[in-house]
């Protein structure tokens, strides 16, 4: 069982950065593949970005990369994704995931809004 709690959600500007953290529970983090997602209202969940245990290999959304980058500090069990040059697309409510032998955790989501 993994618990996954998101933060470092808010306002940001057009243009602006912000940086989003995800704490996990459990003494095994370094078995999970990470990953981020996002969601606004009415729509699906959609991928953003997928770092792999071990390597530590990441993958990007179209949308997202070379703006955004995932990392993960399995000393302190934290996932991040740093969001830079943020675009009022980008608003909506952002997932931490743990996988690991098809078993899924989700976190409860941080609202991101950026204004034009």
């Known amino acids: 069982q993994v618990q996954l709690v998101e933060s470092g959600g808010g306002l940001a500007q057009a243009g602006g950065s912000l940086r989003l953290s995800c704490a996990a529970s459990?003494?095994?983090?370094?078995?999970?593949?990470m990953r981020w997602f996002r969601q606004t209202p009415g729509k699906e969940r959609d991928f953003v970005a997928r770092?792999?245990?071990?390597?530590?290999?990441?993958y990007y959304a179209d949308s997202v990369k070379g703006r955004f980058t995932i990392s993960r500090d399995d000393a302190n069990t934290t996932v991040y994704l740093q969001m830079n040059s943020l675009k009022p697309e980008d608003t909506a409510v952002y997932y931490c995931?743990?996988?690991?032998?098809?078993?899924?955790?989700w976190g409860q989501g941080t609202q991101v809004t950026v204004s034009s």
């Open positions: 459990g003494r095994t983090f370094n078995d999970y593949t």
């Open positions: 770092i792999s245990r071990s390597s530590g290999t990441a």
């Open positions: 995931n743990a996988e690991r032998d098809f078993q899924t955790y």
